[in-house]
């Protein structure tokens, strides 16, 4: 008996060797029987570091698509093909030139600048042209969109990121996710969760209040997930109250899986760190960019028992189910020729939208002007985006000097000519490649050249108007530093725009600052010298047609503000708690910048108290709120109307422009919520709009509705999710301190929505 049991035994795994399924999307399960443990290990684990090694068990080794950061693994014998996954998210980042054609992808405006549009309709247009790229350049899944919150304002990431508040991060990754998927290719939904900050990003630990996880750091995730069903998700490097994100359990699958329904595969962000087991256990599905030593964990573990075959399978199902939606699966035949013409012009006309004027003493749009006085490296070698794996290999960066020639302006030789001449000897002292210098680190930003009053007046009586672009920049690998050059203007920015001001003003004539920069710096003590700051962040490689589109008028911007500018840095609640370290990737100290040194985790003291909800609920003075943003017209918002539905609420407001050119604005719905329950901020935002392009003495009527849960707070007793009964009040925001409108609303019935009490932090957090 023993014996046929053994026999039969053998016969059935030989069976299975070589038992040849080839996967179709009806036939996963078959599939699953007919692989071994080493092949199913396989599959969870990428084809290894420069992306295209096509790893053991595949017998092709073809690049695939050259500059794409990993694979998936092919196993002939089963028809699994590889699929390729490449950076994002301010477009496709793959090596633009192979042999004598070019791959360039379109450079697209940042994740902050997304989010300063406030419209998600034009964040899915422009992310269904990402997406168009993505799949014709013969990639299945674009590592995007970045969506961890702005926590600090020094985050070295935050340009890829969208914004302190967790419903605007949410939707505008939605609209991202959708306009991406539109074309039958994946996102990887990053970098989940807390990772909100670069130093020691491997390893440091967030620690975070079950609320603040909840309530900030989860539900812009939760938002994406639920309304856009991404393909994939990246779990981050760091980790949450003390386990790492890759390998928690109740992270990437009882709240993940079980709370939200997502249904797509997890991925590691790249590296190999230990515990790939518990990883795998974990529901972390593919390990990136996959080593082989991972592939030996897994089989030893499955062997041993410590991996169950159910655990093993189910991933493996993910991953299957996952490769047969792909575009490689099918056998699309991409073209490698995406319409790049037609993008530019989608971003040039787009970027406008998300970028925000932030002073305006009536000088734009420009009027009168004919010759121009440009100063500011930027304004010659514009910023497009930040660095790291987010940068995109562009095919060109529009800077200011030609946007304001191609409309029409004359910008002044001598300045430009000086500029350029300056720029280009810095690049080549600095070593300035145009790529970085080093996978993380891009090209420093060039500081501003000694220019000196006499010459600005020397070239003002041949110009109508100065113009000074300041820039910074930064990215993956390091954060930023509460210092002269990042946070605060040099002494040099500084006297240039002084002598810039003294000198035009004296003359009756105008002086504008463009701001091209990624993320927030100090503003407060320096925005009454010039007549206009327009805030341009780092849109794109259309930046400077843009920008100057948006100064000559051709224009009119609607971005508003994804985050509060604070007056010092320091009145922001986690800048006590921001690390600073001396080692990290951006070399030495430069400083400190927080009152506590890098000691490898990171307590989230502040805890929901980010962003305008600290500032508005304390009443602490701003240098620019969040939500804000200035128009070339003005916009009247009517009386509102607000009914309580079965679930929540809708609001109807009407927006008048009362001006006298077109324009769009962005209306923010703010909720306060009734006393007695928990406590909560002063207000918070629950929904938006944006109208249509209004002509001067049109309206639009918009409504937002406001569903309960989004109502709802976390309450940590009860590991539920709580909507109280009563009056609620319902704000309409031109900012988050510029209320136009007000109306109350009832809710009778107080809601609640248990959840799993899972990742408590082990102390409170403090
Ligand atoms: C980054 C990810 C990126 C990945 C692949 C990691 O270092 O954190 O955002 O997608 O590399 O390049």
């Known amino acids: 008996m023993k014996k046929i049991l053994i026999t039969g035994a053998i016969l059935l795994s030989a069976c299975s060797l070589f038992a040849q399924p080839k996967l179709s999307k009806d036939n996963i399960d078959e599939v699953i029987n007919a692989m071994t443990v080493e092949e199913k290990a ?208 109740d992270l990437l699958t009882t709240i993940l899986r079980d709370e939200w329904g997502f249904d797509g595969i997890v991925m590691t962000d790249w590296g190999t760190k230990e515990g790939t087991v518990q990883a795998v256990k974990a529901g972390n599905d593919l390990m990136e960019p996959g080593a082989d030593i991972e592939i030996d964990r897994i089989v030893k573990a499955v062997k041993s028992g410590e991996i169950t075959q159910e655990e093993l399978d189910r991933n493996v199902r993910n991953m299957l189910e996952y490769i047969v939606t792909t575009p490689r699966f099918k056998g699309y035949k991409y073209s490698d020729k995406p319409d790049l013409k037609a993008h530019a012009e989608l971003v040039r006309r787009s970027t406008p939208e998300g970028l925000v004027l932030l002073e305006n003493n009536g000088v734009l749009p420009l009027k009168d002007v004919k010759t121009v006085a440009l100063y500011g490296t930027g304004s010659y070698d514009f910023i497009a985006g930040g660095t790291g794996s987010g940068n995109v290999n562009k095919p060109y960066v529009r800077n200011v000097a ?31 490649n145009g790529n970085g210098s080093g996978i993380l680190l891009g090209d420093p930003v060039i500081s501003e050249m000694e220019v000196g009053r ?137 400083g400190r910048q927080s009152q506590r040194r890098n000691v490898d985790f ?19 003075t701003v240098s620019y709120p969040f939500g804000y943003g200035k128009s070339y017209t003005t916009f009247e918002y009517s009386k509102p109307v607000v009914k309580a539905g079965a679930d929540g609420f809708t609001a109807t407001i009407t927006v008048r422009n009362t001006g006298s050119v077109a324009g769009k604005e962005a209306v923010q719905v703010y909720v306060a919520a009734p006393a007695g329950g928990l406590e909560k901020p002063a207000y918070e935002l629950k929904g938006f709009a944006k109208t249509k392009e209004l002509a001067p003495g049109e309206s639009q009527t918009l409504t937002v509705a406001v569903d309960a849960y989004t109502l709802a707070s976390f309450n940590e007793a009860a590991s539920a999710w709580e909507t109280a009964s009563g009056t609620y009040k319902v704000m309409f925001g031109a900012s988050a301190a510029d209320i136009r409108a007000t109306a109350e609303c009832k809710i009778k019935k107080a809601q609640a929505w248990e959840v799993h009490n899972v990742l408590a932090p082990a102390q409170p957090v403090k």
């Open 454 to 590: 006499s010459f600005i007046e020397r070239m003002e009586p041949r110009t109508d108007i100065a113009i000074f672009t300041l820039s910074r920049n930064a990215g993956e690998g390091g954060d930023r530093y509460a210092r002269n050059g990042d946070w605060y203007l040099t002494g040099q920015e500084r006297e240039l725009m002084q002598d810039l001001a003294d000198v035009y003003h004296a003359a009756g004539k105008k002086f504008i600052v463009v701001l091209n920069i990624g993320g927030v710096i100090e503003t407060e003590s320096w925005k009454h010298i010039p007549d206009a700051i327009l805030l341009a962040w780092t849109p794109g490689q259309e930046g400077g047609y843009a920008v100057a589109d948006v100064l000559c008028g051709k224009a009119n911007p609607s971005g508003k503000l994804p985050m509060t500018f604070p007056v010092n840095y320091f009145d922001i609640p986690s800048s006590t708690n921001f690390p600073y370290n001396n080692n990290n990737a951006q070399g030495n100290n430069r």
């Open 42 to 249: 396989t599959i969870l684990v990428g084809g290894g570091w420069g992306s295209m090694s096509a790893g053991s068990m595949t017998a092709s080794s073809t690049v695939l698509v050259p500059g794409a950061a990993g694979t998936t693994r092919a196993i002939e014998r089963l028809g699994i093909p590889q699929t390729v996954l490449a950076d994002g998210p301010a477009g496709l980042r793959i090596n633009p030139v192979r042999g004598d054609q070019t791959y360039y992808c379109t450079g697209f405006p940042v994740g902050t600048v997304m989010a300063s549009m406030w419209n998600t309709d034009l964040v899915q247009e422009l992310t269904s042209a990402m997406g168009n790229e993505v799949l014709e350049y013969g990639v299945d899944v674009i590592l995007a969109p970045g969506m961890n919150l702005h926590r600090n304002p020094l985050c070295g990431r935050n340009f890829e990121y969208y914004s302190e508040d967790p419903f605007l991060t949410g939707k505008t990754a939605a609209a991202f996710i959708n306009g991406i998927q539109s074309n039958g290719v994946g996102v990887s939904v990053k970098h989940y969760a807390v990772n909100n900050q670069e130093v020691n990003r491997m390893e440091n630990d967030s620690r975070v209040s079950q609320r603040a996880l909840r309530e900030l750091y989860l539900k812009g995730f939760e938002i994406a997930v639920k309304e856009a069903q991404p393909w994939t998700v990246m779990s981050s490097y760091n980790k949450l109250n003390g386990e790492y994100t890759q390998q928690s359990y």
């Open 602 to 620: 990171t307590e989230y003291a502040e805890g929901i108290d980010v962003g305008y909800r600290y500032f508005q609920s304390e009443g602490v």
């Open 402 to 432: 030609e946007g304001l020639s191609v409309n029409g302006l004359e910008v002044n030789a001598d300045i430009a000519k000086w500029y350029e001449q300056y720029i280009a000897l810095e690049k080549t002292r600095l070593g300035n």
